[in-house]
């Protein structure tokens, strides 16, 4: 990522959730996966496992019914991250030249 592209990281989008799929994208090692399921099962969490895992519905249906995925479920959501604050980047230039 560029240095603007942390700027915008960092000011505009809120921070990373403490889940499975943000440690992913957060460039930290999550661990097992498994280990994350384990902790949902065991806590008192509200949220149902795939809010829990940081997985949309769609992406825990797919590692339910294909759990080696899993590292293509990461990689595509790092794409689209990416892709997301590439655009706020270029808004955000184009913003500043406008002024």
Not at 33 to 51: A, N
Not at 68 to 94: M, Q, S, V, W, Y
Request: aromatic residues 8%; charged residues 25%.
């Amino acid at each position: 990522m560029t240095d603007a592209s942390e700027t915008i990281r960092e000011t505009i989008l809120p921070p990373l959730p403490d889940t499975f799929m943000g440690h992913h994208l957060a460039g930290r090692d999550p661990g097992d996966v498994d280990d994350w399921i384990d902790r949902w099962h065991d806590g008192p969490s509200t949220l149902q496992l795939h809010q829990f895992l940081g997985m949309t519905w769609e992406e825990y249906g797919n590692f339910v019914l294909a759990p080696k995925c899993l590292p293509g479920l990461i990689a595509n959501r790092r794409i689209i991250e990416e892709a997301r604050i590439d655009f706020l980047t270029l808004a955000a230039r184009n913003t500043e030249r406008s002024n």
